[in-house]
């Protein structure tokens, strides 16, 4: 449809052009030969209308890899898979795992197509010539399912499952495969349930797809199919049960089956969300400095070419052939541009996939393997990139041209009059215009002020229309501030009239200023919008910064410097076991271990979505190392400490998070009260003897707490239960980690997550992916730069006739450049200030309203580093500046007098 749309549209425009070329050869001419006049000019103008193309195609073609990868990594991934039905906390089931009349009751109602399986996560070993293990591969998806059953489900797998795997065989998936280093004929070792090694023979290494690349609900590095046969025996399972049942079409009624297939596509449709909202806002800075930049250039163009067209008309060219001959000239630029900004585009967009699309999975996915970001030049939005160039270019010149040419033969041939508005009073539209500005933006800014109503306005879910408020602000402003800036050009050179000199610099280039109002208003608009988001990173990663200093991610779960999740019931002696056969000091000094069983209790739903409470069932290893804070317990403890030890002995007690409190009825409850704990149709009444502190958004750190064998009571079965390893390293460092990790993959405990690295590196891929808005938003800014370059080129050339007037009555050089000069340092320096100061309100209220509450008070500003980034802008701008100056002072006075009309 993109492709159709956007291709309809460059072709009619193509047609057009080819149409007034056939029709009007002399206008074709003519239009060649004044681009090719412009020279340097023209090359500029290519140059800035191309670097606007190709930040819009950047945005579209990124966004439609995105999709592309997002498409094949579903198809890979899960194929006809949609739902996937586990037996752990299974309502409808009476027994720990569903059997043959289970099954047949799951598929009595709508569902389409059914596949019954054995999984387990285990770890996958080679072993050398001594037996010992040479590789090892944890967290590895391991899938029994019956050929038949899978053919049937799955059509396009039948090839692959021609030879099903026999007993004491397996099917690697290329993930696996890679893992392991392992090819077809060689042998792995798969783990039990109770960390037994069972020989396989690799049978075929299989091309994901379907069930051979589907991760599991916990979504495990890889996957490995065996015969059903093994599969129970390495589940520790009877024959004729199954742990899943997956699912086509839609959910079983009655029975919990999570969604696998729509939350994998949920998660890429947000990270698509993202990208547009982060490179959108650059995408509409590139469109703005288009519209700004050949508005400006075909306006001055018009003006120059005012007698020109006159005499034109004189001899005989009509208005409807002046009209063709603009439109004409603005689409062998907006035609050539755009051609070199897809081009440009479609690198920025590769560059874009392929560096940083890794930051994007990791930040919207659970797992970064489960997919890969992928560059795809999509046609269609190559051709929309092409098509939005062209269109600005045509839109912006249809508009000037029929200005351009209203002007009659007579009008045409005198020499415009600059200044003369300037010179009159302010008319009564100006003024209202600044009053009704000024008021709406003081509104604005008195609205925002307000604390608690920025909060109720400004949420994480409401970001794209609080970027795009941001951005709609600008104009207001902007215009306030044009519609001022005779007050304030006043106050400048008040501020400097003791220097006469420099006085009359100044007073001329205000003046210059003032007579092209317009002409001055969009470029300052253009700085303003392109500006105005390069202050949002700085002021968003001073607040990361502090908040990373402030918080210690290991408080919220109790001070553990390691986690690691596991479906077992495990205890602590078992895991103790474990990691000293592999060799691991353990005890004060040394690996401080223990291990938590969970079942799940309940659902609630906060402001950033669903979560559950669990039950943690601890033991005296967890109550001796644990350091979740206290902010009730009963009197009798002299501190919490104390309580947590009598919460492993005492089966009638309960520590209750605050936040589970909450979201319980038949409140409220305090410290000594009894409190009921309901688990389906079991129920137990607990005495509260502490209130735990809510510490984080990790579901270990919030919930109850009761002595591990007290879960016996809740749990319908040990499958049901499934237990979290909390590791305190000797050292925080990368050979601790890298060695409790392998420790515990021969157990097929994994993955294993460093608390503070998993929480800090969120924040870090954040920074990241903002700091890439912030280069691209300096990119559009430079681009806004280049465009000021050609208009101060173009004005030079424009105001030969009064620069020369002014050489020829005895104006020095100096004087000239520094009117130049100044005009160009007044309109990027006005224009960039405007849009940081808008930025970094704009920051402040929406980064204040989101991170206020974690900071403890109100977010601080970078004013050190927003004030050396606007003097870096402003030092360019200035630089970019000289160039016309330098122009300026190439033309005698004699020659620039021959310009009088």
Same mark, same amino acid.
């Given at each position: ?5 956007? *291709? ?5 425009? /193509? ?98 197509? #059914? ?59 290329? =993930?696996? $495969? ?88 949920? #998660? ?31 306006? #001055? ?34 035609? @050539? ?22 930051? /994007? ?65 302010? =008319?009564?539209?100006?003024?209202? *215009? ?42 207001? @402003? &902007? ?122 209790? %309940? ?19 967890? *109550? ?5 804070? /206290? ?14 030890? $009598? ?38 009444? %607990? ?28 749990? %319908? =079965? ?48 954040? %920074?990241?992916?903002?700091?890439? @808005? ?18 101060? @080129? ?57 991170? &206020? ?29 000289? /160039? ?18």
């Amino acid at each position: 449809m993109m492709l159709a749309g956007a *291709a309809a549209f460059a072709g009619g425009l /193509l047609l057009y052009l080819a149409h007034r070329f056939a029709r009007y050869p002399h206008l074709r001419r003519m239009a060649w030969r004044n681009v090719r006049a412009q020279g340097r000019s023209a090359i500029l103008t290519a140059l800035g209308l191309a670097v606007s193309t190709a930040l819009i195609s950047m945005t579209l073609i990124s966004n439609a890899s995105l999709n592309h990868s997002a498409e094949a990594s579903i198809e890979r991934h899960f194929g006809p898979i949609a739902y996937d039905a586990p037996s752990t906390n299974q309502p409808g089931l009476a027994g720990p795992h569903f059997e043959a009349a289970d099954i047949d009751r799951l598929g009595s109602g709508e569902t389409t197509g #059914m596949l019954p399986i054995v999984s387990l996560v285990s770890s996958a070993q080679r072993r050398n010539e001594r037996q010992e293990p040479s590789v090892v591969a944890p967290n590895l998806y391991v899938v029994g399912a019956d050929r038949d059953a899978v053919s049937r489900f799955d059509p396009a797998l039948a090839p692959s499952f021609a030879e099903a795997p026999a007993a004491g065989e397996a099917l690697l998936s290329e =993930s696996a $495969a890679r893992a392991l280093g392992a090819r077809a004929g060689d042998t792995v070792y798969l783990l039990d349930v109770d960390n037994r090694a069972h020989p396989f023979l690799v049978l075929r290494v299989l091309d994901e797809r379907g069930l051979v690349g589907y991760r599991g609900l916990t979504h495990a590095a890889a996957t490995v199919l065996v015969g059903l046969g093994d599969a129970r025996l390495l589940a520790g399972m009877p024959a004729g049960a199954y742990t899943n049942v997956l699912l086509t079409g839609t959910a079983p009624a009655g029975w919990k089956a999570f969604p696998v297939r729509e939350e994998a596509e949920r #998660m890429f449709q947000e990270a698509t969300q993202f990208l547009s909202a982060i490179f959108g806002v650059t995408s509409v800075n590139a469109v703005l400095i288009g519209i700004v930049l050949i508005t400006n250039i075909f306006k #001055m163009l018009a003006e120059e070419r005012r007698q020109e067209m006159g005499i034109l008309r004189a001899v005989g060219l009509g208005r409807k052939e002046l009209r063709i001959l603009l439109r004409t000239e603005g689409l062998l630029y907006g035609f @050539f541009a755009s051609t070199l900004g897809v081009a440009l585009g479609a690198g920025l967009a590769f560059f874009l996939t392929e560096t940083v699309g890794r930051l /994007l999975l990791d930040t919207f996915t659970e797992e970064a393997a489960l997919t890969a970001f992928r560059f795809y030049p999509d046609p269609g939005a190559l051709m929309a990139g092409f098509s939005a160039g062209l269109l600005i270019v045509f839109a912006c010149v249809w508009t000037i041209s029929r200005k351009a040419t209203k002007f009659s033969i007579v009008e045409a041939l005198q020499a415009p009059k600059s200044g003369e508005r300037s010179r009159g009073r302010r =008319s009564l539209t100006g003024i209202w *215009a600044l009053v009704l500005s000024g008021a709406l933006a003081a509104a604005l800014i008195v609205v925002t002020a307000v604390p608690d109503f920025r909060k109720e306005l400004v949420t994480e879910d409401r970001m794209g229309p609080v970027l795009l408020g941001t951005l709609l602000s600008v104009p207001l @402003f &902007s215009l306030v501030f044009i519609q001022a800036f005779g007050y304030v050009s006043e106050g400048i050179i008040r501020a400097v009239r003791r220097f006469p000199s420099l006085t009359l610099t100044v007073r001329l280039a205000v003046r210059n200023m003032i007579d092209g109002r317009v002409r001055t208003g969009l470029l300052l608009f253009m700085f303003a919008a392109v500006s105005c988001f390069v202050s949002f990173p700085l002021v968003y990663n001073e607040a990361i910064d502090v908040m990373m200093k402030r918080q210690d991610p290991r408080a919220a779960v109790g001070g553990y410097d390691v986690l690691a999740r596991d479906a077992r019931a495990l205890k602590t002696e078992d895991v103790h076991s474990g990691l000293a056969d592999a060799g691991l000091p353990l005890g004060e000094g040394g690996y401080e271990v223990a291990v938590v069983q969970q079942l799940l209790w %309940k659902t609630a739903t906060a402001q950033w979505g669903e979560f559950s409470f669990k039950i943690n069932g601890i033991d005296a290893s967890y *109550a001796e190392t644990t350091s979740v804070a /206290l902010w009730s317990r009963d009197e009798r403890f002299a501190d919490d400490l104390a309580a947590w030890r $009598a919460l492993a002995e005492d089966v009638d007690a309960v520590i209750v998070s605050d936040d589970a409190l909450a979201h319980s009825s038949g409140g409220p409850y305090r410290v000594g009260d009894d409190y009921p704990i309901r688990v389906g149709e079991k129920s137990v009444t %607990k005495r509260i003897i502490g209130i735990a502190r809510t510490s984080g958004f990790h579901p270990e750190s919030f919930g109850i707490w009761l002595r591990r064998d007290a879960l016996a009571a809740l749990a %319908k =079965s040990d499958a049901d239960l499934h237990a979290t390893v909390f590791v305190k390293l000797p050292k925080d460092d990368a050979a601790a980690l890298r060695e409790v990790a392998d420790a515990l993959s021969l157990q097929s405990v994994a993955p294993v997550v460093h608390v503070a690295n998993s929480e800090n590196g969120y924040y870090l891929t954040g %920074k990241q992916l903002i700091g890439l @808005f912030q280069v691209f938003n300096q990119f559009a800014l430079l681009v806004g730069l280049t465009g000021l370059l050609v208009v101060m @080129f173009r004005l030079v050339r424009q105001r030969r006739q009064q620069l020369g007037m002014l050489r020829a009555v005895g104006v020095s050089t100096g004087k000239l450049y520094g009117i130049v000069l100044l005009e160009g340092a007044f309109i990027g320096g006005f224009g960039i200030l405007l849009g940081y100061s808008v930025g970094t309100y704009m920051s402040f209220i929406v980064f204040d309203a989101l991170m &206020s509450a974690d900071l403890g008070g109100r977010i601080p500003l970078p004013w050190g580093q927003l004030a050396l980034h606007f003097a870096g802008t402003l030092a360019v701008a200035a630089a970019l500046a000289c /160039l016309p100056a330098r122009q300026a002072l190439r033309v005698p006075p004699s020659e620039a007098t021959r310009y009088a009309g």
